[in-house]
């Protein structure tokens, strides 16, 4: 059975920074990264295809979040920059089905715990 362990979340200032991380095997299917605000269905935050050659992102974090893989480790990194309050959310890594990788939550197979995130003065 497939397992994700996310990490990294934690309380930050806005305009602050956090890098989250996803330990999983399956080194060339795609991954995400996904978040659930309190009250808020889940939304796509980022994805990256399984060779990392190709990244997607929600608009609402383009330019501030980074995706990223080392397959060697089997870990998928998400850096947060430039952290706003209405990042607040619980943050899920994702395991897709196939490699190319899309911001749709039925590509995923296999979801980690998820992790906290609140971004607050």
């Known amino acids: 059975q497939v397992q994700l362990v996310e990490s990294g979340g934690g309380l930050v200032q806005p305009g602050g920074s956090l890098r989250l991380s996803c330990a999983a095997s399956g080194r060339w299917l795609a991954m995400a990264w996904f978040r659930q605000a309190p009250g808020k269905e889940r939304e796509f935050v980022a994805a990256i295809s399984g060779n990392g050659g190709r990244t997607i992102y929600a608009d609402s974090v383009k330019g501030r979040f980074t995706i990223s893989r080392d397959n060697a480790k089997n870990t998928v990194y998400l850096q947060m920059g430039s952290l706003k309050p209405e990042d607040t959310a619980v943050y899920y890594c994702?395991?897709?089905?196939?490699?190319?990788?899309?911001?749709?939550?039925?590509?995923?197979?296999?979801w980690g715990q998820g992790t906290q995130v609140t971004v607050s003065s």
């Open positions: 994702a395991k897709g089905t196939y490699a190319y990788g899309s911001s749709f939550q039925s590509d995923y197979n296999a």
